[in-house]
């Protein structure tokens, strides 16, 4: 009984020094290895191509392109090509029975020759008045007739003039219905306007074709040698395009065939679709070998910035101030504290100056920036930190040039093949008075 004791015991304070070795060592190496370095998510700085554009979807159309109609009523006697027909300019596309055009122009042709007729006829009556007027003066001043038989014989002169004028104006007028006739007694036959490919046929033969209040559409001639893509532009983005400026795009039948073109003209009127103003923009493209067909949908960049051999970093590396957070006296020097308030989305802007306590460039590097900001006014500033030789990031301002959704332009302040922080950090300082730098080794960053 007493041995039971004894060996119960002897386990128990086995236990309970094992537990006892078993925390201090823990507690050892919890203070001895101090705070967990952070783990950055970093990039390297290289050197490439980057071009920022403007996409927008349209539809290719020829840029010239002519319907061709019908000015005459009548039936389609005769059609001579079909869709796809290549045609030049003044070849015979269509015949329309001419039966009732042929017909008045002999009718006009008829009572023209009628009015000439009354014409000589009436040449001769004006001629014989003219000698009796004549012989009546001749009369008169004799005093052989009355003053009356000589006011007959002008009166009757006079008359034969108005009727002869009455008659080559009744001939003029029938001239012209008869140019009318002959016109259309032409338009029976359809000739191509301009040279170009049939695209479209709207007619058959022996349709009957009705002009008298809108011209019959019979077929579309187009010219495919040129193209013009027409684009809808959203109104946030109209205004970063203009006349002449580069353009490239490419087509749902073949994504990695590209058109390099620029821009023809930006309507001014725009389209309302659902409440989404869009404004149309023409692009024109040379297409000799016939590659792009009409209708065809194309994705259209407009360039409106490209830059080569620059240095590039994403655009997550470029960071606002990082944010400071403060924690409370006594706790281990310099333990990081998570945040994301230190990225925002796409540019930030940095600080004039380089934060209190943090590692800022020399008045040498102050006096580059300086002088690379004015000779680029238009570049943005940003803060990037860059990872030290000791493995610490160190902020730096450095001027951005063009960026897209991945890709930032560097101007100055980073060279390829430095290492930048892609994500998020926070500085941690000391709550009161105490600064980092000064004391505790220095700011302590940590990623968000």
Do not use: C
Not at 108 to 114: F, M, P, Y
Not at 298 to 305: D, I, L, N, P, R
Not at 369 to 393: H, I, K, Q, S
């Amino acid at each position: 009984m007493i041995s039971r004791l004894f060996k119960s015991r002897l386990v128990l304070v086995l236990g309970i020094i094992v537990l006892a070795a078993a925390g201090w060592f823990g507690l050892k190496a919890t203070v001895l290895s101090g705070p967990e370095t952070p783990d950055y998510q970093t990039a390297q700085a290289t050197r490439g191509d980057i071009e920022v554009t403007i996409s927008a979807a349209g539809k290719i159309t020829p840029k010239v392109s002519v319907d061709v109609g019908a000015q005459v009523s009548g039936q389609l006697q005769e059609l001579l090509v079909e869709i796809g027909d290549e045609v030049e300019k003044g070849d015979l596309l269509a015949r329309i029975d001419p039966t009732l055009a042929q017909t008045s122009v002999e009718a006009n042709r008829a009572q023209l020759s009628e009015l000439q007729a009354s014409r000589k006829q009436q040449q001769a009556t004006l001629e014989l008045a003219r000698a009796d007027a004549d012989r009546a003066e001749m009369l008169y001043e004799a005093d052989a007739i009355a003053r009356a038989e000589f006011e007959s014989a002008q009166a009757e002169l006079t008359i034969a003039q108005g009727r002869l004028e009455a008659i080559e104006a009744q001939i003029q007028r029938q001239s012209s219905s008869l140019q009318s006739e002959l016109a259309n007694l032409e338009f029976t036959r359809i000739y191509a306007p301009i040279s170009g490919t049939v695209v479209s046929s709207a007619a058959v033969e022996g349709q009957t074709l009705n002009a008298n209040q809108t011209a019959p559409i019979i077929l579309t001639i187009a010219d495919l040698g040129v193209m013009t893509v027409e684009t809808d532009v959203s109104e946030a983005d109209v205004l970063r395009i203009d006349e002449g400026q580069e353009a490239y795009f490419t087509t749902l039948g073949d994504a990695t065939r590209r058109w390099d073109t620029t821009v023809r003209q930006v309507l001014p009127t725009p389209e309302v679709l659902n409440d989404v103003v869009l404004y149309k923009a023409l692009v024109d493209v040379e297409n000799p070998q016939g590659r792009l067909k009409p209708q065809m949908t194309a994705q259209v960049f407009f360039v409106t910035g490209r830059a080569f051999n620059a240095v590039l970093v994403p655009v997550t590396a470029l960071q606002s101030r990082p944010a400071r957070t403060e924690r409370p006296q006594g706790q281990g020097g310099g333990q990081p504290v998570a945040s994301n308030d230190g990225r925002r989305r796409g540019f930030m802007q940095a600080d004039a100056a380089s934060p209190d306590g943090e590692a800022g460039p020399g008045s040498q590097h102050r006096e580059d920036f300086r002088r690379a900001r004015e000779a680029n006014p238009e570049a943005e500033t940003a803060t990037v930190l860059v990872m030290a030789g000791d493995g610490t990031p160190q902020p730096r301002r450095v001027l951005v040039g063009l960026k897209t959704r991945t890709m930032a332009e560097i101007i100055h302040g980073i060279e390829a093949g430095e290492t930048v922080v892609t994500g998020g950090v926070s500085i941690q300082r000391p709550a009161g008075n105490e600064r980092g730098g000064r004391r505790g080794g220095g700011p302590r960053f940590m990623r968000g």
